[in-house]
Antibody, heavy 118, light 116 residues
Framework: QITLKESGPTLVKPTQTLTLTCTFS??????????VGWIRQPPGKALEWLAL???????RYSPSLKSRLTITKDTSKNQVVLTMTNMDPVDTATYYC??????????WGQGTLVTVSS | QPVLTQPPSASASLGASVTLTCTLS???????VDWYQQRPGKGPRFVMR????????SKGDGIPDRFSVLGSGLNRYLTIKNIQEEDESDYHC?????????????FGTGTKVTVL
């Protein structure tokens, strides 16, 4: 059974750096073809893909946010970490991590709401 | 990159059918689309992938047989037959684009389904 859970601060101030952790079980990020992605959803708005890391440490980023994002993995801890710099109120959103298997985002976490406010 | 267009809302009476549409922008008629269900306050749940030939691969875990897909031209459809109260959700479509270093993923704006 694959599960993922996001964790991190619920409130960050403008200009601060956000660090989110995705802790997962039921799969290994050392398995060929497997990845973990991050997706966010501002309140009442559409989903937006942010970043993806693969088993071989290959990384992909949304072009519009690439300069602000870093995704890393700790295979031994079954964790993937996303950092986003220079946070702004428009970055207020629920942030999800998702398992990427068979080229699909087939399992998602419950999400964590991050509010950006001074 | 493709733009995915979804109507903002749809509704159906309990036990009836509803078909949701995800329309790809011009030039992307060969693209496959993923459908996701998002119940209120929950994370998205993968439903299935659809191309012009219909379903690609398998349905997501626990997706009932009442859910089916079709693809035609720029449109990718998700049909829910015998709709139940538990199907009242937001439904999102998404698609891979590019490959290798140019990989990206785009989502539509979502359709809110109401069961009457």
């Amino acid at each position: 059974q694959i599960t993922l859970k996001e964790s991190g601060p619920t409130l960050v101030k403008p200009t601060q750096t956000l660090t989110l952790t995705c802790t997962f079980s039921g799969f290994s990020l050392s398995t060929s073809g497997v990845g973990v992605g991050w997706i966010r959803q501002p309140p009442g708005k559409a989903l937006e893909w942010l970043a993806l890391i693969y088993w071989d440490d290959d990384k992909r980023y949304s072009p519009s946010l690439k300069s602000r994002l870093t995704i890393t993995k700790d295979t031994s801890k079954n964790q993937v970490v996303l950092t986003m710099t220079n946070m702004d109120p428009v970055d207020t959103a629920t942030y999800y991590c998702a398992h990427r298997g068979m080229a699909l985002f087939d399992y998602w976490g419950q999400g964590t709401l991050v509010t950006v406010s001074s | 990159q493709p733009v995915l267009t979804q109507p903002p809302s749809a509704s159906a009476s309990l036990g009836a059918s509803v078909t949701l549409t995800c329309t790809l922008s011009s030039g992307y008629s060969n693209y496959k689309v993923d459908w996701y269900q998002q119940r209120p306050g929950k994370g998205p749940r993968f439903v299935m992938r659809v191309g012009t030939g219909g379903i690609v691969g398998s349905k997501g875990d626990g997706i009932p047989d009442r859910f089916s897909v079709l693809g035609s031209g720029l449109n990718r459809y998700l049909t829910i037959k015998n709709i139940q109260e538990e199907d009242e959700s937001d439904y999102h479509c998404g698609a891979d684009h590019g490959s290798g270093s140019n990989f990206g993923y785009v989502f539509g704006t979502g359709t809110k389904v109401t069961v009457l």
